[in-house]
């Protein structure tokens, strides 16, 4: 889909609104919501990682090991806001917003106690 220019600073504004919440927010879940919003707007504008076909083996790619820690749920026992400081690492080191999310609904099942308060 390609945007007019007004459609276009539309989506560039709702992406600086959305990315102002995500900065003051606390919850683990609506941040991982936020990051999916700032996922489609990006998508939206066209910007991103653009792979083209043989550029990029996956084999030989140095992936930060925070990543692969948080995957087998390496850090399932911390507190909320150390999963948080996690959770924000992990999104920097470049997981995917459905990965991470997938780490956060690990993370509530790993302790049913979580789910209650």
């Given at each position: 889909?390609?945007?007019?220019?007004?459609?276009?600073?539309?989506?560039?504004?709702?992406?600086?609104?959305?990315?102002?919440?995500?900065?003051?927010?606390?919850?683990?879940?609506?941040?991982?919501?936020?990051?999916?919003?700032?996922?489609?707007?990006?998508?939206?504008?066209?910007?991103?990682?653009?792979?083209?076909?043989?550029?990029?083996?996956?084999?030989?790619?140095?992936?930060?090991?925070?990543?692969?820690?948080?995957r087998v749920g390496a850090f399932n026992e911390?507190?909320?806001?150390?999963?948080?400081?996690?959770?924000?690492?992990?999104?920097?080191?470049?997981?995917?917003?459905?990965?991470?999310?997938?780490?956060?609904?690990?993370?509530?099942?790993?302790?049913?106690?979580?789910?209650?308060?």
């Amino acid at each position: 889909m390609s945007l007019n220019s007004m459609q276009r600073v539309r989506v560039l504004a709702n992406l600086g609104k959305v990315r102002k919440e995500l900065h003051g927010e606390t919850n683990p879940m609506k941040k991982v919501r936020f990051l999916s919003q700032i996922a489609e707007l990006r998508k939206q504008l066209g910007i991103g990682i653009k792979v083209q076909e043989n550029t990029v083996d996956i084999a030989s790619h140095n992936e930060d090991p925070i990543l692969e820690k948080y995957r087998v749920g390496a850090f399932n026992e911390q507190d909320a806001d150390e999963f948080k400081a996690t959770m924000e690492k992990v999104y920097q080191a470049g997981m995917p917003i459905d990965e991470l999310a997938s780490g956060v609904n690990n993370w509530f099942a790993f302790d049913k106690e979580r789910l209650a308060a």
